[in-house]
């Protein structure tokens, strides 16, 4: 289990145990999956080692190639094709610790989505998603509405 600093954490907000997938699972399946369970986001975990995350934007974009003339063979959700091809592996992550305010600028400068979030291990448990962050701030307003209006 984690250690949670207070209302105003990661680890306050994230959602646990997040859905994952093998790299070699097929862009048709994560396509069906993200679309089935309502998902927005894939984390790629092998050997439980987080290795990257897919999209729904990563499955809908057609720049996967540099080939302009090419673009056609990689932007087909079929079994030929892998997550790991798609995903972003230059990973940004958080701890359950680290404040909220880090995560939205996290969101803010990169256009990020979600953000992994791992323990003092690495390992992975859990996911913050602009969802989250949602919720968060929906709180506060609940909270301090009526303050912050006047």
Do not use: C
Request: aromatic share 8%.
């Amino acid at each position: 289990m984690y250690e949670r600093k207070d209302r105003w954490s990661v680890g306050e907000w994230m959602t646990p145990n997040p859905e994952t997938v093998p790299p070699d699972y097929s862009v048709r399946h994560a396509f069906v999956k993200m679309r089935r369970e309502g998902f927005r986001h894939l984390l790629v975990v092998e050997n439980g080692s987080l290795l990257g995350i897919v999209t729904d934007r990563d499955l809908r974009r057609p720049d996967i190639s540099d080939d302009l003339e090419g673009w056609h063979d990689f932007y087909k959700l079929d079994h030929d094709y892998h997550v790991r091809d798609i995903m972003t592996s230059d990973l940004v992550s958080l701890t359950p610790q680290d404040r909220l305010e880090k995560a939205v600028k996290y969101v803010l400068d990169n256009k990020f989505g979600a953000l992994p979030v791992l323990d003092k291990n690495d390992d992975l448990i859990g996911i913050l998603t602009t969802h989250d962050i949602i919720r968060a701030m929906s709180e506060v307003l609940q909270d301090f509405g009526d303050v912050l209006r006047k």
